[in-house]
Nanobody, 126 residues
Framework: VQLQAFGGGLVQAGGSLRLSCAAS????????MGWFRQAPGKEREFVAN????????SYADSTKGRFTISRDNAKSTVYLQMSSLKLEDTAVYYC????????????????????WGQGTQVTVSS
């Protein structure tokens, strides 16, 4: 299984950025996909996730209303559209995958996910 995240970069506060995560080596439609982030000196934290079909999504309180997670099962890709970015959104963003046998998506911790991408840096400047 390989997850490759890309799309990070430097953006001004209030701006937008879209991250993508391309998956290979797995049957993508059988996996719940998540985005996490880790800022310097902090633990990795949950950002958003989406169930196998894309019909159920969840967000951290800090990202709700500003970020949108989506997926394209035909392309084995999950996206994170980030808007109204704040300085505190600066972090390395990771995508993660969890094999799921149902439509459940109540997976919010690092330990819930078996596979991880390499991360992509997002830096928000003032």
């Amino acid at each position: 299984v390989q997850l490759q995240a890309f799309g990070g970069g430097l953006v001004q506060a209030g701006g937008s950025l879209r991250l993508s995560c391309a998956a290979s080596g797995l049957t993508f439609s059988r996996y719940t996909m998540g985005w996490f982030r880790q800022a310097p000196g902090k633990e990795r934290e949950f950002v958003a996730n989406i169930n196998r079909s894309g019909g159920s999504v969840s967000y951290a309180d800090s990202t709700k209303g500003r970020f949108t997670i989506s997926r394209d099962n035909a392309k084995s890709t999950v996206y994170l559209q980030m808007s109204s970015l704040k300085l505190e959104d600066t972090a390395v963003y990771y995508c993660a995958a969890r094999h799921t046998i149902s439509s459940a998506s109540s997976y919010y911790t690092v330990d819930d996910y078996a596979y991880w991408g390499q991360g992509t840096q997002v830096t928000v400047s003032s």
